[in-house]
């Protein structure tokens, strides 16, 4: 199985959560691991090759494409982890404009702009895989997160456009769809929601819990583990598909 030994991987928002860990994983598999994510501290503590970058600007984008081109060659595998949570939106009516459109940079126009950069490569290769993660709120939308919702609404609808433009071409496009995940940016919600509701962050997480059949919330390593097959050459028969990582919960 050759999986993705070898193949020259980016992953964004590898500082943290999901994408560390996924980081981590295809770097053990044997991948060539470019990391990218704002913080230059986080990284650097990865052990791979890494850029630090704003991916919610084009110019962020173009430069962590240009230079993983320099550094590893063209990118084989991409995993489009990163993005910005909800905990700072307020219902549709009360909604800021300048926090919509940091949003829908960051989730959403970013995620295009790495896309259409890193495909042209894939096309010429012949080959290529390319993993986004959604969220379970991709589908079925959470209550003032009017931002969120649409930004992983739109990442889903990006996905499949490159699994139909580049399918011919021998690459993959897919997204998982994490439910609850304890990772620092969902902490941040579960804080803003106590606050809301007057209790504490612990009763947020334990009801956060109980939205799934399995009594918990959803690990990092689990999504990374669906990432890492979707990542990998095997997966070959998969694309234009939104998983579900979500122990059953959301349907």
């Not at 860990?21 to 791979?48: D, H, I, K, P």
């Not at 919600?189 to 509701?197: H, N, T, V, Y």
Request: proline share 3%; glycine share 12%.
């Amino acid at each position: 199985m050759a999986g993705v030994e070898g193949r020259v991987t980016l992953v964004t928002g590898a500082g943290r959560g999901i994408g560390r860990v996924t980081t981590q994983l295809l770097s053990e598999r044997g991948a060539r691991v470019m990391a990218t994510a704002r913080s230059e501290s986080e990284l650097a503590s990865l052990g791979t090759d890494y850029i630090a970058a704003d991916l919610g600007t084009i110019e962020g984008c173009e430069k962590v494409v240009l230079e993983t081109r320099q550094r590893l060659g063209s990118i084989e595998v991409f995993i489009c982890n990163h993005g910005i949570g909800s905990a700072e939106e307020k219902v549709i009516w009360e909604q800021d404009p300048t926090l919509w459109e940091k949003t829908l940079d960051i989730n959403l126009n970013g995620p295009f702009h790495l896309s259409r950069l890193i495909t042209a490569d894939m096309v010429k290769q012949k080959y290529g895989r390319v993993v986004y993660t959604s969220s379970t709120a991709g589908e079925l939308a959470e209550p003032h997160c009017a931002a969120y919702n649409s930004s992983k609404h739109g990442l889903l609808g990006l996905m499949r456009s490159v699994a139909l433009d580049c399918g011919p071409h021998g690459v993959t496009s897919n997204a998982v769809l994490p439910g609850w995940v304890h990772t620092e940016m969902a902490e941040k919600s579960a804080i803003a929601e106590a606050q809301e509701r007057g209790i504490t962050r612990d009763e947020v997480w334990r009801d956060r819990a109980t939205l799934y059949p399995a009594g918990r919330v959803v690990t990092p390593e689990e999504v990374a583990t669906v990432i890492g097959f979707l990542a990998a050459e095997e997966s070959s028969g998969v694309s234009g598909e939104a998983i579900k990582v979500a122990l059953g919960g959301v349907w």
